[in-house]
């Protein structure tokens, strides 16, 4: 062995080197302590699975055997790339917690990166990054500690006093370095399994849970079932006390407690979060989870939460990209909430905003289908309607159009063509009167459906015109009495009028016809020996006109109904005449007096007869001059 002053400062020494040129008391004194070294650390195996006990044993045994003052194993930090100081037992344990040493830099650092043995016999001359070793130790030999090729840390043992290492002192540190080794592997591979294990447990207890949750999604088709379900599984799987989710209204400004499982029942009629505030409210509008270990220090809009509740767990309800709304869970206790937990209440809230959201496109859907259905049934009865007006048409106007013709073809054949007669008398002349008076009232007749249809159809294109002027209604009803009373002279129709003008600006010719219609129609309906009687009246700041007869009355059900377009009441026996009339009058009575800011209706008892009366704004006195054209 070389003098101790001639040695190298520090000497790297190859593996298989290590066995060669040993002296025979050398080789004996390396075989005992080889011995002694391999029965130490078997029996501190033997006795210690864990790990950490097992280290600081194997070093007290390894300072021992060794006679040395420290030992220190530093293991890779694979994740930083650099070695930790893991355990240590001698005067280094002060430093402990601040050694890292880069791989291959200072003593540690090259023993990793050379995977090789080094011996320095003075410290205080090479470079170390832990600037403990220059100041306080003298000598170190450190191997690395090696599982087959792998490297996974590094153990140096060192001392206060100069001393020379052996190739003995090597091969003991190797042993100790390879037992060392795997015993970390070994321990490093049972908590990998302990782990991989719990992880297997922990995976199984959430597909447990899962499927307690899928379970139910399987058995509720309804919705508000399906939520109610929901959260009390996710109350149970979860160990919270409370269970809410909360969706926002139809204006999308605020969200209110859709469906609660707990404690927050009590105020659930009385939740509304602003979207952006509180904690639904906040988590709303960022759509990210949120963990409150301390609801009474936080800002949450319901203060239920604050006085009731202690920890929370929210997040978003989410359809693809978009949030429908929020579920949070919440203890009454002060809990922690895990990774686990929030990855599980993401799962529901997946399922549940699913369910939500499949449940309102179904509604809408159902909605859609009853528009659908009623907007059918509408235009069948608008075709029945039309269809039955198409032949109510046809009839009103072929019959007086047949009674025309048919009159004026036997006029014209008693008065022209082959046997036309010259030598007609006055007489005779006026035996034809009647014929052509029928032929006139037939006529008349249909230029009054043409009208009517004429009118609906300015109507329908906004074209009805209406010219004003300021007229005393009481000259109006008047005039349009009077026409009836030559028209029918037969029927008895009293007018009754007040002393005083009242005036209202009004086209003098639509309000005529209005008038007209309802005396018709009260002559239409009225037994021939009762009469008809029209008011004109002030009513408030409105005139009013009424007409009523003594017919069977209008039923409750069809007053509003009558004044639709080809409404007809069939059920109403006519008292005179044959002209049915297409179910156009009185609708087009509506629109003149709505377009004259008036108003319609008509008043009475089944069997005790009708009252059919309008109303339309009184005004001043004024000169007769144009008002206005609409």
């Not at 070793?133 to 060192?158: D, K, N, Y």
């Not at 086209?507 to 309906?525: C, E, G, P, W």
Request: glycine share 6%.
């Amino acid at each position: 062995m070389e003098p101790i002053d001639e040695r190298p400062s520090s000497v790297s020494i190859p593996s298989e080197q290590l066995p060669t040129a040993q002296p025979a008391d050398e080789s004996a004194e390396a075989s005992a302590r080889h011995l002694q070294c391999v029965d130490t650390l078997t029996q501190s195996i033997l006795r210690h699975p864990s790990l950490d006990a097992l280290l600081g044993e194997l070093l007290e045994r390894v300072q021992t055997i060794m006679h040395v003052d420290n030992v220190a194993i530093l293991r890779l930090d694979e994740q930083r790339q650099e070695l930790i100081m893991d355990t240590v037992r001698g005067p280094e344990e002060a430093v402990a917690a601040r050694v890292h040493v880069p791989i291959g830099q200072g003593v540690a650092g090259r023993i990793f990166a050379e995977r090789q043995p080094l011996v320095i016999d003075d410290l205080a001359r090479v470079e170390v990054v832990n600037s403990f070793l220059h100041e306080h130790l003298h000598s170190l030999l450190g191997v690395p500690l090696l599982v087959e090729e792998r490297a996974i840390g590094v153990i140096h043992v060192s001392t206060v006093q100069p001393r020379q290492f052996t190739t003995v002192d090597v091969q003991v540190l190797q042993i100790v370095a390879d037992r060392i080794a795997l015993a970390i592997d070994h321990v490093q591979l049972l908590a990998g399994e302990r782990r991989a294990r719990q992880e297997t447990e922990r995976l199984t207890q959430r597909l447990h849970a899962l499927e307690a949750i899928n379970d139910v999604v399987l058995q509720h088709l309804n919705v508000d079932d399906l939520v109610r379900e929901m959260l009390a599984r996710v109350s149970v799987v979860l160990g919270v006390d409370n269970v809410a989710i909360l969706l926002p209204m139809p204006d999308q400004q605020t969200l209110i407690l859709h469906s609660v499982f707990g404690p927050e029942q009590e105020v659930a009629a009385q939740v509304h979060v602003p979207i952006g505030q509180g904690v639904a409210g906040r988590i709303m509008a960022t759509g990210k989870p949120l963990i409150i270990d301390d609801l009474a220090t936080s800002d949450a809009a319901n203060p239920f939460l604050r006085q009731r509740l202690h920890s929370l767990l929210g997040v978003p309800l989410q359809v693809e990209d978009r949030v429908i709304g929020v579920i949070h869970v919440s203890t009454i206790y002060a809990h922690q909430f895990t990774e686990d937990d929030l990855d599980l209440l993401r799962v529901v809230a997946d399922r549940v905003a699913l369910a939500i959201d499949h449940a309102r496109a179904f509604a809408e859907a159902q909605q859609a289908r009853r528009e659908a259905e009623e907007r059918a049934g509408q235009l069948a009865e608008v075709n029945q309607r039309m269809d039955s007006f198409l032949s109510i048409a046809s009839h009103e106007m072929r019959t007086p159009l047949t009674s025309v013709l048919a009159n004026i073809d036997l006029l014209l054949r008693r008065l022209v063509g082959p046997r036309a007669d010259s030598t007609l008398t006055a007489a005779q002349v006026a035996s034809m009167v009647p014929f052509l008076q029928r032929a006139q009232r037939q006529a008349n007749r249909l230029n009054s459906l043409v009208s009517d249809l004429l009118d609906v159809g300015r109507i329908q294109a906004d074209r009805l015109e209406i010219h004003f002027t300021r007229q005393d209604l009481r000259a109006i009803a008047t005039a349009s009495v009077e026409e009836q009373r030559q028209l029918a002279p037969q029927r008895t129709i009293a007018l009754h009028l007040p002393d005083t003008p009242l005036f209202a600006d009004l086209d003098a010719d639509r309000i005529s016809q209005v008038i007209t219609n309802y005396l018709t129609n009260a002559l239409k309906f009225s037994p021939p020996d009762q009469p008809i009687t029209v008011f004109v009246k002030r009513q408030g700041g409105a005139v009013y006109l009424g007409v009523r007869d003594a017919g069977p009355g209008i039923a409750p059900a069809d007053r509003e109904r009558i004044w639709d377009r080809f409404h007809r009441i069939d059920t109403i026996p006519h008292q005179s005449g044959s002209y049915v009339g297409l179910g156009l009058g009185l609708y087009i009575c509506h629109t003149i007096i709505a377009q004259h800011g008036g108003q319609v209706g008509v008043k009475g008892r089944t069997g005790r007869g009708s009252e059919f009366w309008f109303t339309v704004p009184l005004q001043t006195p004024a000169p007769d001059s144009p008002a206005g054209v609409v």
